[in-house]
């Protein structure tokens, strides 16, 4: 069956890994409700914050929605703004920066590691 529901009615928790900052984080759609293959998230930076610089075996898939920032993999930086779509492939660094006087807010995506 199919499930309809605004993203403010799900709760937005704030990212508590080492290396964060500013940064919170609602799961829209995950296996608990029936998404077998990937999960859907949407994150919010803060002005001035960003996600923990890290790396890990699953890839991303990343939309844009509002403001400004940058994807940043140890090295280097790279813009972003409203539209932009990233990918970021496993076990490559990256950070998610924002550089505006609004918050950062982007979809992310990332598949189910299958055992």
Known sequence: MSNVFHYDSVKAEQVDMEGASRVKMRWLITKEMGAGNFAMRVFEVEPSGFSPL???LWEHEV?????SGELFNGEKAIPLKAGDVVFVPPNEMHQFRSNSATPLRFLCLIPYLKE
């Open 54 to 56: 890290h790396k890990h």
């Open 63 to 67: 939309f844009i929605l509002e403001g």
